[in-house]
């Protein structure tokens, strides 16, 4: 079955960085996007940044862009985001997902992980 697995989250200071790596398993993602979206407490779930697997060509929202940066490695089969500059505003559960098209919608990811969490405090 297909696994999404996150890591690298956890408590950093304004300014700090983080590197969140996502492993995949279970299926092959060719032909797939994947996506990183955050979830703070009493919002909604929003899309941070995707990447085609395939192709590589990525994309970022604009709350993030120049700040974060998305990437994925074939060979080992995971999915990264980095994190610089943060802010507290960036404090969210992070969650790695997969869709079969390229997409900014939540509800358009077939897979997803269980998410970490990422804090940043001022």
């Known amino acids: 079955q297909v696994q999404l697995v996150e890591s690298g989250g956890g408590l950093v200071q304004a300014g700090g960085s983080l590197r969140l790596s996502c492993a995949a398993s279970g299926r092959t993602f060719s032909g797939y996007h994947m996506g990183w979206f955050r979830q703070a407490p009493g919002k909604e779930r929003e899309f941070v940044a995707g990447?085609?697997?395939?192709?590589?060509?990525?994309y970022h929202a604009d709350s993030v862009k120049g700040r974060f940066t998305i990437s994925r490695d074939i060979a080992k089969n995971t999915v990264y985001l980095e994190m610089n500059s943060l802010e507290p505003e960036d404090t969210a559960v992070y969650y790695c997902?997969?869709?079969?098209?390229?997409?900014?919608?939540?509800?358009?990811?077939?897979?997803w992980g269980q998410g970490t969490q990422v804090t940043v405090s001022s």
């Open positions: 997902a997969a869709a079969r098209g390229s997409t900014v919608k939540w509800n358009e990811y077939d897979y």
């Open positions: 990447i085609s697997w395939s192709v590589g060509f990525r």
